[in-house]
């Protein structure tokens, strides 16, 4: 069965700190994966996605995420975070013969120590 | 500016009441979605709908209920007999294959 695993449910970083979150996903096949961002009380924003082709993508905001096949990872970076990254991150993966139905993780939410 | 549009912000339901959260969107996207989301749970799937006038059940289908009769409208129906009902809904859309697409969500609390 599909599933996606956050394992970190709160993540605190100082501002101008490099940010890293972890995505494993479990799929029978290569999937599509997303990665999302959430502010309180809002709707979700997609950041980036993976279909195919060069694994390391690059996203909205400064964000990039690496897909790593032999780990079933897809872990979402930033160089240097600002305190407006604030909010909850969902990883998502999608199959490829149904894309449009996906699974969520559920979320880390990242804090910005001053 | 083309997007997804849900109303209310803000629902209150009493006991025994069905109350009807609303999602309009003006993508053209032939796909629509009826999430519901509890803290620390991610988004769990209600319904989705690939094509006017068909849809079908999600992961926590029960208690609720969708219809799909233009392609710019999926309206959510949260029943009585749907006994948990405060969360927050989102409803998305998306082409076939692409990226789904959020509206700012509903919060749907209890009297």
């Known amino acids: 069965a599909q599933s996606v695993t956050q394992p970190d449910i709160h993540i605190t970083v100082s501002e101008g700190a490099s940010l890293e979150l972890r995505c494993n996903y479990s799929?029978?096949?290569?999937?599509?994966l997303f990665w999302y961002v959430q502010s309180p009380g809002q709707g979700l924003q997609l950041l980036l996605k993976?279909?195919?082709?060069?694994?390391l993508v690059q996203g909205i905001k400064g964000f990039e995420a690496e897909f790593k096949r032999s780990q079933s990872s897809f872990n979402l970076r930033k160089p240097s975070v600002h305190w407006s990254d604030a909010a909850e991150y969902f990883c998502?993966?999608?199959?490829?013969?149904?894309?449009?139905?996906?699974?969520f993780g559920s979320g880390t939410r990242l804090s910005i120590r001053p | 500016d083309g997007g997804i549009t849900q109303s209310p912000k803000y629902l209150f339901r009493k006991e025994g009441q069905n109350v009807t959260l609303s999602c309009e969107q003006n993508?053209?996207?032939?796909?629509m979605y009826w999430y519901r989301q509890d803290p620390g749970q991610g988004l769990r799937l209600i319904y989705y709908?690939?094509?006017?006038?068909?849809?079908q059940k999600g992961d926590i289908a029960e208690g609720y209920s969708v219809s799909r009769e233009k392609k710019e409208s999926f309206p959510l129906t949260v029943t009585s007999a749907q006994k948990n009902p405060t969360a927050f809904y989102l409803c998305?859309?998306?082409?076939?294959?692409?990226?789904?697409?959020f509206g700012d969500g509903t919060r749907l609390s209890i009297l």
């Open positions: 998305a859309s998306s082409q076939l294959n692409q990226p789904q697409h």
């Open positions: 799929y029978g096949a290569t999937p599509y």
């Open positions: 993976y279909f195919s082709g060069d694994t």
């Open positions: 998502a993966v999608g199959a490829r013969s149904s894309a449009s139905k996906i699974i």
């Open positions: 993508l053209n996207h032939d796909a």
């Open positions: 709908s690939q094509i006017v006038n068909d849809f």
